[in-house]
Every structure is written in structure tokens, then in C-alpha cells.
């Protein structure tokens, strides 16, 4: 039975006929009455001996899982008690990746809230559609961050409060008030099927769709990939770059090593590749997750300072070029596991193995899931033609309130978007987005967004943005704009509309390439012909 009294997010999953179907084989997580993630989570490190175990790290203290569980407890306390939320209300979490940010969200899931985390580089707009979309009761923000949700809270006033955190966890409103908390406070309990989060992704409409996933979900996936591919282990020590906004990054750098009773180190600020490779070593980084741009830039920085503690490297993201698989193994003597995933169906679900890596490809669909190559019809094709990949498993595509949902999934499989074509043993092979999606350096950039920004610009009358090829980062943005009478193309007005962008987006959507044009190709009808510019040779 449901825990969740605010019924918001239930009231807007998409009918049965357009959900997935689910493979759960004989897990016995969906036909428990109760089941809180985080709470199954500290369970199954307490039964394996490892409470006093370390389990967050940063520059300025270590905590083990027994110390985090009391710290969570306290949490989801002040937030029920003195904050007088009720489980199913959402609640909005800013901040990079950190102790702070980590417990934040525990607490949060833990409480039987449904967590909303949100890139730190999001300006304002975005934070808005968030706000407006998921409808939040409380915002938890990083004491650096509070500017742009400040502004976005002033144009979209849902929230009762915003309360600022310390990222190295010395500070902080909600700490103090969580101290006068019994430290043994229960976790809420919550179905399987109750909501933990709401993840957003952005779409070729520009527009961004909001993933739900559940408490059972999470666990599932923690028994698929994880499992049967990475099979980390207890002494690893975890690290790596993606934010814990994503999905990708919630997974590998909370959710997973948790599974695992494994510790994750926080670094102080963003990554770079030279800081990287120097804390890797420092701090005897076992795993690695970070996107193929990082192990590019990384390779000649670890074949000169070797790390060798390090033992498995996760890339996703983005397609890994196999030059960067080569240059990687060659610098580190380790073979980088690759994988697709999506926000919809929560982490990876292809993947490479060690020791199974053969060229070119992507990899063997993940145990628990099923994949196929299929044609426009949903037909399965024979091996070695290219078609949409389809894929079923313990996760799948829930969007909250969006049309489409019908899309994404047809006939109980998920169309992630991508182009593959699958060989006679069984691996997968990536060719192409379907859509127009572009990712660039593991981020995802909608080009209408992006279209939609320029449009704003006093001397852009017409643009069209799409995905180039590029060695350093996969894809890169790059726009075509056609300008308004009177304005002539030039350097200085390519940097303004870059700045523009920046200004009004997150950083990475900002387009590094713009060309001027005359006018756009498009059909008699008007409609806008995007392949055109993708195999225009100014592309």
C-alpha cells in the first residue's frame, strides 16, 4: 500500500496501455508490501558486516556507512517534522557533487519524498520550467548555487522555502536543525512502487521531460548492471565526473557503490582532467566514471603518472570513439567499459565487459534486459542490418505527464532513439541518434532550446541548430543563423550570440560553431529540413 500521500506524481503516469512492460525475474523486491531504497540500501550493508566501513570522502572528513545512516535519519526527520512535509511531496535538490549533496538526497528518498535534482550549471529559464513541471515544496541549495534559483523562485514562487547547505558539510541550516533528531527515526515506509525521483531530460521538442522512477526501480537496477557487469566490491573506492543530477551519475557515484559497500570520494570543485588523474592516485581510486572527452584528455596525464590502484573505468554518456578506447589502453593498460543507458530506464542496460571487448562494438545486452534491432513496424530485423533499438527489462520509460510517453514506448518496449545493428554473437553496435538530440562531452543539448535562445537575440531572424561530428567531444552545437536586414556576419557578433546563449542556458548548450546563411532549407510547407544542414559541407 502507498505511503505517499501527496498523490501528484501518481495522478500523472501515463495510462497502462503506454507503460512498459517489466522484467523482474525472481526478484523479490516487487512483491514486498514495503520497500524504501535507501533504507534496503543501509540494510544490506549492515547484514554484510561493513556499518563501520568508510562511505563518503572529501578533503575534509570521511564517513562511514553507520555515521552517514544517523546523519540520513536525522535528515528525514527535520524535513517531516520541523518542515511539515508529507510523504510524495517533491523536493527540488541543487548542488555539485558532494558529501552534503549526497546525504541531501538519501534523506530526501529516505523520507519518502520524491527527490528533484537539478544540474548545477542551470540558469534561471530551466530552473523555472523545473519549478513549474515538478511542482516542489522545498528547495535544498548548495550556499553558491542559491543565485540562479533565487531568481527563478521569484518569477515562479511554488516553493515554501529555499534552505541553503554547506558542501563540505561543516554548516548548514538543515544539518543544525537535524541535530536535535532522534538518531534512530525510521525510514517512511514506502511501497516499491512509491516515487523516489523525478529525473529530467531534454527532448528534440526542446521542451523537458520529466522520467519518474520508482523505489523499486532503483533496486532493480542496482541488481542488473552493477551485478552481473562492474561487480564491484567493497575495498573499491569510487570516483568520477558525471553530476549526481544525472542518472548516470546518481547511479555510479551514490546508488551503485552503496549496493556494493563501496566509498565514493567528492572532490572540492569540478574535475579537470589534470586534478583528476592527480586525486585518482592520491586517493587510490579503484573505479572511474567519466565520459570518453575526459579519458581522451586523460590519456597522456596517466601514461606520465600512472595510477595504480585503478582496476575498472566506466565510460558513457556518449558514443566512445575507438580511438579513444585504444589511446586510453594504451596509457593505462586498461580496457574501458562502455556502455548506453538513458535517463528513461535509469542507468545502462548495453554494456562491454572485461575481458568481452571486441572492436567497434558497444557491447551485450546487460542480464535482466532484452534487446532488439527493429524495424519501423517493431519487426526484429536479421543480424547485421541497422535499425531502432528496442529494449525491456527490470526499468522502463515512465514520463510524467507527457504525450510522449506513446513514443517512447510501444507495445511494452522503450525506444531509447538510437540506431544500432547487432552482429551473429550477439553485440550491439552503434550507428546514430534517430532524432535530434546532440551530445556533446556526455551532456545532452535539445536543439530547439537552443534555437529558441538565438531566437531572442536582436539580429537573429531565423536559425537552425544541429549536432556535428567532432573528435574532442563526440558532437559539438553548432548553429545556422540567418540575421535581420542590416546586420553583417562577424566575429564579434558570433562571440555576442555565443555570450547570449551562456547567458540564458547552461554553458555547454551554447552553439561553438556559427555559420551565416541566406535562408534556410525547408519544405514547401515551411517545415524546417535539418538533414540538409547535417550533410551540408559547412558542417
Given at each position: 500500500?502507498?505511503?505517499?500521500?501527496?498523490?501528484?506524481v501518481?495522478?500523472?503516469l501515463?495510462?497502462?496501455?503506454?507503460?512498459?512492460?517489466?522484467?523482474?525475474?525472481?526478484?523479490?523486491?516487487?512483491?514486498?508490501?514495503?520497500l524504501?531504497?535507501?533504507?534496503?540500501?543501509f540494510?544490506?550493508?549492515?547484514?554484510?558486516?561493513?556499518?563501520?566501513?568508510?562511505?563518503?570522502?572529501?578533503?575534509?572528513?570521511v564517513?562511514?556507512?553507520?555515521e552517514?545512516?544517523?546523519?540520513?535519519?536525522?535528515?528525514?526527520?527535520?524535513?517531516?517534522?520541523?518542515?511539515?512535509?508529507?510523504?510524495?511531496?517533491?523536493?527540488?535538490?541543487?548542488?555539485?557533487?558532494?558529501m552534503?549533496?549526497a546525504?541531501?538526497w538519501?534523506?530526501?528518498?529516505?523520507?519518502?519524498?520524491?527527490?528533484v535534482?537539478?544540474?548545477?550549471?542551470?540558469?534561471?529559464?530551466?530552473l523555472?520550467?523545473?519549478?513549474?513541471?515538478?511542482?516542489?515544496?522545498?528547495?535544498?541549495?548548495?550556499?553558491s548555487?542559491l543565485?540562479?534559483l533565487?531568481?527563478?523562485?521569484a518569477?515562479?514562487?511554488?516553493?515554501?522555502?529555499?534552505?541553503?547547505f554547506?558542501?563540505?558539510?561543516?554548516?548548514?541550516?538543515?544539518?543544525?536543525?537535524?541535530?536535535?533528531?532522534d538518531?534512530?527515526?525510521?525510514?517512511?515506509?514506502?511501497?516499491?512502487f512509491?516515487?523516489?525521483?523525478?529525473?529530467f531530460?531534454?527532448?528534440?521538442t526542446?521542451?523537458?521531460?520529466?522520467t519518474?522512477?520508482?523505489?523499486?526501480?532503483?533496486?532493480?537496477?542496482?541488481?542488473?548492471?552493477?551485478?552481473?557487469?562492474?561487480?564491484?566490491?567493497?575495498?573499491d573506492?569510487?570516483?568520477?565526473?558525471p553530476p549526481?543530477?544525472?542518472?548516470?551519475g546518481?547511479?555510479?557515484?551514490?546508488?551503485?557503490?552503496?549496493?556494493?559497500?563501496s566509498?565514493?570520494?567528492?572532490?572540492d570543485?569540478?574535475?579537470?582532467?589534470e586534478?583528476?588523474v592527480?586525486?585518482?592516485k592520491?586517493?587510490g581510486?579503484?573505479?572511474c566514471y567519466?565520459a570518453p572527452?575526459?579519458?581522451?584528455?586523460?590519456?597522456?596525464?596517466?601514461?606520465?603518472?600512472?595510477?595504480?590502484?585503478?582496476?575498472?573505468?566506466?565510460?558513457?554518456?556518449e558514443?566512445?570513439p575507438q580511438?579513444?578506447?585504444?589511446?586510453?589502453?594504451?596509457?593505462?593498460?586498461?580496457?574501458?567499459i562502455?556502455?548506453?543507458?538513458?535517463?528513461?530506464?535509469?542507468?545502462i542496460?548495453?554494456?562491454?565487459r572485461?575481458?568481452?571487448?571486441?572492436p567497434?562494438?558497444?557491447?551485450?545486452?546487460?542480464?535482466?534486459?532484452?534487446?532488439?534491432?527493429?524495424?519501423?513496424?517493431?519487426?526484429?530485423?536479421?543480424?547485421?542490418?541497422?535499425?531502432?533499438?528496442?529494449?525491456?527489462?527490470?526499468?522502463?520509460c515512465?514520463?510524467?505527464?507527457?504525450?510522449r510517453?506513446a513514443?517512447?514506448?510501444?507495445g511494452?518496449?522503450?525506444?531509447?532513439g538510437?540506431?544500432f545493428f547487432?552482429?551473429?554473437?550477439?553485440?550491439?553496435?552503434?550507428?546514430?541518434?534517430d532524432d535530434?538530440?546532440?551530445?556533446?562531452?556526455?551532456?545532452n543539448?535539445?536543439?530547439?532550446?537552443?534555437?529558441?535562445?538565438?531566437?531572442?537575440?536582436?539580429?537573429?531572424?531565423?536559425?537552425a541548430?544541429?549536432?556535428?561530428?567532432?573528435?574532442?567531444?563526440g558532437?559539438?552545437?553548432?548553429?545556422?543563423?540567418?540575421?535581420?536586414?542590416g546586420?553583417?556576419?562577424?566575429?564579434e557578433?558570433?562571440?555576442?550570440?555565443?555570450?547570449?546563449?551562456?547567458?540564458?542556458?547552461?554553458?555547454?548548450?551554447?552553439?561553438?560553431?556559427?555559420?551565416y546563411?541566406?535562408?534556410l532549407?525547408?519544405?514547401?510547407?515551411?517545415?524546417?529540413?535539418?538533414?540538409k544542414?547535417?550533410?551540408?559541407?559547412?558542417?
Amino acid at each position: 500500500m502507498s505511503a505517499q500521500v501527496d498523490r501528484f506524481v501518481h495522478e500523472r503516469l501515463p495510462p497502462a496501455t503506454e507503460r512498459p512492460e517489466y522484467l523482474w525475474g525472481q526478484a523479490p523486491w516487487p512483491h514486498q508490501p514495503h520497500l524504501n531504497v535507501v533504507q534496503a540500501l543501509f540494510a544490506r550493508v549492515n547484514e554484510r558486516g561493513f556499518a563501520q566501513r568508510p562511505f563518503l570522502r572529501s578533503s575534509q572528513r570521511v564517513m562511514s556507512y553507520q555515521e552517514a545512516q544517523l546523519c540520513v535519519n536525522r535528515l528525514s526527520a527535520y524535513l517531516r517534522h520541523s518542515l511539515n512535509l508529507v510523504p510524495g511531496n517533491r523536493v527540488l535538490l541543487r548542488g555539485g557533487n558532494s558529501m552534503a549533496m549526497a546525504l541531501n538526497w538519501l534523506a530526501v528518498v529516505n523520507a519518502g519524498l520524491i527527490a528533484v535534482s537539478t544540474m548545477p550549471l542551470l540558469r534561471s529559464k530551466e530552473l523555472i520550467e523545473v519549478i513549474d513541471k515538478a511542482k516542489p515544496s522545498l528547495a535544498l541549495c548548495e550556499d553558491s548555487l542559491l543565485g540562479e534559483l533565487e531568481t527563478a523562485h521569484a518569477v515562479c514562487p511554488l516553493m515554501s522555502s529555499l534552505i541553503s547547505f554547506d558542501r563540505h558539510f561543516l554548516s548548514g541550516a538543515v544539518f543544525s536543525g537535524a541535530a536535535s533528531f532522534d538518531d534512530q527515526e525510521q525510514s517512511c515506509p514506502t511501497s516499491p512502487f512509491d516515487i523516489a525521483l523525478l529525473a529530467f531530460t531534454s527532448g528534440t521538442t526542446g521542451s523537458p521531460k520529466v522520467t519518474v522512477h520508482r523505489h523499486l526501480d532503483v533496486m532493480m537496477s542496482c541488481s542488473a548492471w552493477p551485478e552481473h557487469v562492474l561487480q564491484a566490491r567493497e575495498d573499491d573506492v569510487v570516483m568520477g565526473s558525471p553530476p549526481l543530477a544525472f542518472t548516470f551519475g546518481l547511479g555510479g557515484l551514490l546508488v551503485f557503490p552503496m549496493y556494493a559497500g563501496s566509498s565514493i570520494y567528492y572532490p572540492d570543485g569540478p574535475y579537470r582532467p589534470e586534478s583528476m588523474v592527480e586525486m585518482m592516485k592520491t586517493q587510490g581510486c579503484t573505479i572511474c566514471y567519466t565520459a570518453p572527452t575526459f579519458y581522451r584528455q586523460m590519456a597522456p596525464l596517466i601514461e606520465k603518472s600512472p595510477v595504480p590502484s585503478l582496476r575498472l573505468c566506466v565510460s558513457a554518456g556518449e558514443a566512445l570513439p575507438q580511438a579513444t578506447r585504444e589511446a586510453w589502453a594504451r596509457a593505462s593498460g586498461l580496457a574501458l567499459i562502455d556502455g548506453i543507458g538513458s535517463t528513461e530506464m535509469f542507468h545502462i542496460f548495453i554494456s562491454s565487459r572485461p575481458g568481452l571487448v571486441k572492436p567497434g562494438a558497444l557491447g551485450l545486452v546487460v542480464p535482466g534486459y532484452e534487446a532488439r534491432v527493429v524495424d519501423a513496424a517493431g519487426h526484429e530485423l536479421p543480424r547485421g542490418q541497422v535499425g531502432r533499438l528496442s529494449v525491456r527489462g527490470p526499468t522502463g520509460c515512465q514520463y510524467m505527464d507527457d504525450p510522449r510517453q506513446a513514443r517512447y514506448v510501444q507495445g511494452g518496449w522503450n525506444y531509447p532513439g538510437d540506431l544500432f545493428f547487432q552482429d551473429p554473437e550477439g553485440y550491439f553496435f552503434y550507428q546514430s541518434r534517430d532524432d535530434d538530440m546532440i551530445i556533446t562531452s556526455g551532456y545532452n543539448v535539445g536543439a530547439p532550446e537552443v534555437e529558441d535562445t538565438l531566437l531572442q537575440h536582436p539580429s537573429v531572424a531565423e536559425c537552425a541548430v544541429v549536432g556535428q561530428s567532432d573528435v574532442e567531444r563526440g558532437m559539438i552545437v553548432k548553429a545556422y543563423c540567418v540575421l535581420n536586414p542590416g546586420v553583417v556576419p562577424s566575429d564579434e557578433l558570433t562571440r555576442d550570440l555565443q555570450d547570449h546563449v551562456k547567458r540564458h542556458l547552461a554553458p555547454y548548450k551554447y552553439p561553438r560553431q556559427i555559420a551565416y546563411l541566406d535562408h534556410l532549407p525547408r519544405t514547401e510547407t515551411g517545415k524546417l529540413q535539418r538533414f540538409k544542414l547535417k550533410q551540408s559541407p559547412l558542417s
